[in-house]
T-cell receptor, first 113, second 115 residues
């Protein structure tokens, strides 16, 4: 079945450091790919998405590119802020009629001032 | 985009009792999804609820334990029945933002603690 593998956490960075959170997936066809963010004590928010190969999703300085050849959707940000501290989830929606999301395990990011 | 009101936001319940969680959406949606997030873990889909038909449950989840209602296109409930401490989790509902957008919005979650 479909699956999403995220890099192990937690990740701790200093403010203004470069961030990469790796995400790879297993799925047939061309799934849609998402990054969600969960700030402390809050629900999930859609951060960015990509629906076809080579698409780049971007939002709030975060970017991720849908790489079909490597089945990856790595999240990057050039300069993190303390306010980016949260849990980040990679997710996919399969191609075809199925509509539910499959989530990765989540990566806890802490940014220190 | 759709806005979901989920309640209660949290509850502490005695083992053996049941809790019903409600999700109200501000627009009509075909499918609603119920997820569980166990402490420190990712989200696991419990079931998909369509209006006018029985919910479709994922492996490991059964209707007797997690009965779902979907009386109309804007509302759904999930009941956690005969609770045990292992049911302590965050429960979230979700809807798709629209067929073309391929995105989903989530309720704020219900943090359940079973004692």
């Amino acid at each position: 079945g479909d699956s999403v593998t995220q890099m192990e956490g937690p990740v701790t960075l200093s403010e203004e450091a470069f961030l990469t959170i790796n995400c790879t997936y297993t799925a047939t066809g061309y799934p849609s790919l998402f990054w969600y963010v969960q700030y402390p004590g809050e629900g999930l928010q859609l951060l960015l998405k990509a629906t076809k190969a080579d698409d780049k999703g971007s939002n709030k300085g975060f970017e991720a590119t849908y790489r079909k050849e490597t089945t990856s959707f790595h999240l990057e940000k050039g300069s993190v802020q303390v306010s980016d501290s949260a849990v980040y989830f990679c997710a996919l929606r399969p191609s075809g009629s199925a509509r539910q999301l499959t989530f990765g395990s989540g990566t806890q990011l802490t940014v220190l001032p | 985009s759709a806005v979901i009101s989920q309640k209660p936001s949290r509850d502490i319940c005695q083992r053996g009792t049941s809790l019903t969680i409600q999700c109200q959406v501000d627009s009509q949606v075909t499918m609603m999804f119920w997820y569980r997030q166990q402490p420190g873990q990712s989200l696991t889909l419990i079931a998909t609820a369509n209006q006018g038909s029985e919910a479709t449950y994922e492996s490991g989840f059964v209707i007797d334990k997690f009965p779902i209602s979907r009386p109309n296109l804007t509302f759904s409930t999930l009941t956690v029945s005969n609770m045990s401490p292992e049911d302590s989790s965050i429960y979230l509902c979700s809807v798709e933002l629209g067929v073309a957008s391929y995105g989903y919005t989530f309720g704020s979650g219900t943090r359940l603690t079973v004692v």
